[in-house]
């Protein structure tokens, strides 16, 4: 068990230090062993097909971030772990706890589905997941797989997939615990349990984050604090070699200080921009899954069942004013049947889901929040047909149709190609098409005095390929994709310049996405690790105007140095974000303005002073930037 008491650091007003010490000690001796791929091609890829393929045998452009990377760096949230990520977009909208979006590929937020331990998380509300909330403790590993993957995923897959996988139990007992606290009033810890068995595992954990804020606004001097609590539990059990069970809950409860945007009449001099206010935003969310495994001859079968129940509200000077509560439940069957020969293996994957959707719009009083509900069933149809011929080419050709009980019928698919040439390089392409239905805020949503809905909007449908190659290098790897993709009847925001309130429409024509993601790590020395990523994008609306907060310019560094006595290390981190455009209401036709580039600098560092005892410390924002993500 480890635990962390913290020494507060505050230096410079927008730097956060963190200085803890840690004490660790075995709850039993069990030894836990971390099997180690025997080179960087031949990483199991879970979230890429419908069956665990090795990167090898991929044809989609996949990155994985893992738990060592994690500790390493002394990351606290997904959302940072993610800005490393080519082709991904981080845009947080004010101190911890605001808002916080992901974009893939220049895609909007809601077209990305994300996973953990395969249960979706996506709000049924706006179809998105608020990185805001995800804390990044007892994480194993997170898959993000870009490009179009609605054959796979359904709805909202048109930007891509994240797939978090926690930490399981291993033989024995293993615990660890963690607190620590630094600027800005910042405090968070974190405990975990995890042990089984040879037929049973569990692991379970509780996290903690809390902090006094900064204050966004140019007006006053208000912080606006966050508040974080998450729970998770997951345990499986084995009990032969043909069956398996699998079931994991997670719960996250949150609190988050925020301030309004000046619309008042007549304009004053804070006229569109943020100003103190006392606004509070409180969320619940409970995500559960079971899934059955077993074999029956030449036959895999998968069945899951998931649930997923949220609840958002906010308060304007301690009285209710809006929100919003939905569920997700969804049932699926996945059967796979593997046959072929040593020379050409091949695989024929059927599977089925149905999934019912529930949306709730509050309000103070019925008539002025036009207090509502509706329900949506889907019900979708797969297959997937993956071979390996004896020139060694992966290929791998899906379909899927969905029903809808709110719009039509849609029909997706992809076929990728994965060619090795010898034991270290591999040539890859995808072409797959996508669509995202309108969520059910933009359908039927409703903020007093902001935003108006729109029940008549189509869904957004894409289609998209990328080419690429991935090398596996004498001390290192690198991976070099260019992607290539066109999204129809975008949904986008609107602006009423009379009526101050915003609503959603189809734009008419094609939005295009196209850019270059390289991604590399180097192993300079038995000591030195490098690891570097750039991506160029260029994301434009049909009118050619660029996307807003889609930087064409997005890099990340990370440089690690392991002490020789293997005790520790340093951790130095660079994360670059290029110029990007977004929205001024100021001027009533929501003008467009331009938000300069800027650096985050993150230096992290361990050293274990005896085998039971270790220090950590970090330092984020080293370089003291004043920066905005949003305007």
Sequence with gaps: MKISFAVRLERWRNVCAVVSTTFCF???????????????????????????????????????????????????????????VPGVAVNRQGPAGALTQA????????????????????????SEVDFAHLLSVEIDRIEILRGPQSVLYGSEAIGGVISIFTKRGATGVQGDASAEG?????????????????????????????????????????DDGYRNRTLTARAGWKPNTCAALDASLRYRDSRAKFDPQDFGFPPGPSFGLIVDGDRKGEGEQWDAGVRGYMTTGVLDHQLGVNRTQTEEDVFAQGIFTNGFAGTRMRVDYQGTWRFGSAGMQQALTFAAEHERQEFESKGPTPASAQNQSRDNDKTGVAAEYQVRLPSLTALTLSVRHDNHELFEDATTYRITAAQPVGQRMKFRASYGTGHANPTFFELFGFIPGSFDPNPRLKPEQSRGFDVGADFALDHGQLSVTYFDTVLEDEIAGTFDSTTFRSSVANLAGE????????????AASASLNVAVAYTYMDATQPDGQREVRRPRHMASAAVTYSFADARGGLTLTADYNGRQEDLDFRTFTAARVTLREYTLVRLAGSYALTRHVSLTARVENLLDQDYQEVF
């Excluded at 968070?188 to 902090?211: I, K, M, W």
Aim: a negative charge.
């Design 182 to 222: 630094g600027s800005f009033s910042t405090v968070s810890g974190a405990a975990a349990l995890r042990g089984g068995t040879e037929s049973v595992s569990y692991a379970l954990s509780a996290a903690g984050f809390s902090t006094d804020g900064t204050n966004i606004s140019r007006f006053g001097s208000e």
């Design 103 to 126: 974009r893939i590929r220049g895609a909007e937020a809601n077209h990305t589905v994300v996973l953990i331990d395969g249960v979706r998380i996506n709000d049924p509300f706006t």
């Design 26 to 84: 075995d709850l039993a001796s069990a030894q836990v062993g971390v099997p180690v791929a025997a080179t960087f091609l031949d990483r199991v890829i879970v979230s890429g097909s419908r069956t665990e393929a090795t990167l090898a045998d991929t044809g989609a452009t996949v990155s994985v971030i893992t738990s060592e990377e994690l500790e390493q760096r002394q990351i606290r949230f997904v959302s940072d772990a993610l800005r490393a």
């Design 511 to 522: 939005s295009k996405r196209r850019g270059v993601e390289v991604e590399a790590r180097y």
